[in-house]
């Protein structure tokens, strides 16, 4: 057989392997890329978000991130990242994604950006001074840090798409309950005091101390869910946890901090043993209602950030134990769907609106009920804002994996749901993500009462979380018909 034959045969029995390949429907591949970059204001002072008081900040306690990974099987390109911030409004994301966009390729609606709720960050776009007359006006800083804010994001996302490379990638879980406890609780009788509007119909109270409990109002969900995504000779590349825990604090005054996420990834890159590059992300699942408080014993008193460290390391030590059992794989699959969803914006009364105008006009504040005089300002903006709001609601499949994301803080009650009944198992919910619209309660929450039901802590609509479960649903189902 001359060289020319032979060069036949192999071109054609390579075109025949490739046809075969391409009829069994068999993976190209998956691509993979990772990155940190690092967000920490270089302007001071800044507020700090998270609280109803003004809490200005000179320095930083650790580095805020932004943490990116890009996912790529050859025919879809998705993006996850995550933010060190307490809140981050869908107008400053949507143009940190249409910038990497641009940069990428990748379609925005394959973007998943949510903040992990830290609450000692910065405002992610300029506010007005906390309150007239108090606290300096620091717009200026604001709006610098809101810049680098917006760049930040979309430069995550660029490198993480600029460094992909083959990989593989798998998921697990671990239960650690122990640092959960649901904030809300029945009281005895008499024991809970009013709202801001001056109410006296709440049945449970947020972080209600130690005295006078009853039983709390809901569950926790223990579970940390975790991806892992591996370079092709197994060197681990990212790795993107899930928990729903609130937050833990305990950060020293006057500094930023990224909290017990951004501990999180500096220790799970020691327990994994990680290369250079490795990115570690912890996102904020299902826990509106949940915190880091044992309200049935007394934890010793801990210097700043100690506690941080404490959770940190536990939850490092639980995604590590998950990591060893996962199967990684290179042939997977990914879909992501996206949909908006209109929702109507709560509002108070004429009678409600005049009486807000009224507290405001009152100078001895100890003659109102607590925080009176927000929940006033709360009240009048939204009397006097649009009527409805558009939420982004994102589904995502990897391989058999789901993961849904809402802008809001999510009830555990709603996460748990979506856990029950998606077609994926398992699946996940990032809560915060493409925005932040406040506390999202079921029905039956709402009817207890309480700091999460609040009008203006609360903003949409009381049968909100029933109508974007159904919509996740049905987006879980779209990309899940892809398997």
């Known amino acids: 057989m001359n060289n020319r034959v032979t060069m036949v045969c192999i071109s054609l029995l390579v075109s025949i392997a490739f046809a075969l390949s391409c009829s069994t429907g068999s993976a190209p591949g998956l691509q993979a890329g990772a990155a940190a970059v690092d967000i920490t204001p270089k302007v001071w002072p800044l507020p700090l978000i998270g609280s109803f008081s003004f809490r200005p900040a000179e320095s930083a306690h650790d580095p805020l991130h932004v943490r990116a990974l890009v996912l790529d099987d050859g025919a879809t390109q998705l993006a996850i990242a995550v933010v060190d911030s307490c809140y981050v409004q869908r107008d400053v994301l949507d143009d940190a994604k249409q910038r990497a966009s641009e940069r990428t390729g990748i379609p925005e609606s394959n973007m998943l950006v949510s903040a992990t709720h830290t609450h000692s960050a910065p405002p992610a776009k300029p506010r007005a001074p906390f309150r007239i007359g108090q606290g300096e006006d620091l717009t200026a800083n604001e709006t610098k840090y809101s810049e680098q804010l917006r760049a930040g994001i979309a430069e995550a996302i660029t490198r993480a798409y600029e460094t992909r490379a083959a990989a593989e990638a798998g998921w697990g879980a671990a239960q650690l309950p122990e640092e959960l406890s649901n904030r809300r609780w029945f009281k005895k009788e008499g024991t809970i005091p009013p709202d801001p ?270 109508k974007i479960t159904e919509t996740l649903l049905q987006l879980l189902d779209e990309v899940a018909a892809g398997i």
């Open 197 to 466: 509007f001056g109410g006296t119909t709440d049945t449970v109270q947020m972080n209600p101390g130690r005295k006078d409990l009853v039983r709390p109002a809901g569950p926790v969900d223990p579970e940390i869910s975790v991806l892992s995504v591996r370079t092709e000779d197994g060197k681990p590349l990212a790795l993107l946890a899930n928990y729903s825990l609130h937050y833990v604090g305990g950060i020293p005054r006057g500094q930023v901090s990224a909290d017990y996420f951004g501990e999180f990834a500096r220790l799970i890159a020691e327990r994994l043993g990680a290369p250079e590059g490795f990115v570690g992300i912890l996102s904020n699942g299902t826990s509106a209602d949940v915190n880091n408080i044992d309200f049935t014993g007394k934890r010793p008193r801990r210097e700043p950030f100690e506690q941080v460290r404490i959770v940190a390391g536990k939850v490092a030590d639980k995604s590590h134990e998950a990591y060893r059992a996962i199967e990684h794989r290179s042939g997977l699959t990914l879909a992501m769907g996206e949909r908006i969803l209109t929702l109507d914006r709560r509002k108070p009364t004429g009678e409600g609106y005049e009486q807000a105008r009224r507290v405001l006009t009152v100078e001895d504040e100890s003659t109102l009920p607590r925080r009176a005089k927000p929940y006033a300002r709360r009240a009048i903006e939204l009397y006097e804002g649009p009527e409805t709001v558009d939420v982004k609601l994102q589904a995502v499949r990897i391989g058999d994996l789901g993961i849904t994301a809402l802008p809001f803080e999510t009830f555990t009650e709603i996460g748990l749901a979506l856990k029950e009944n998606s077609p994926l198992k398992p699946t996940f919910t990032i809560s915060l993500a493409n925005g932040g619209e406040g506390y999202l309660p079921t029905p039956a929450q709402h009817e207890l009462g309480g700091y999460e039901t609040w009008l203006g802590t609360n903003r949409v609509e009381k049968q909100a979380s029933v």
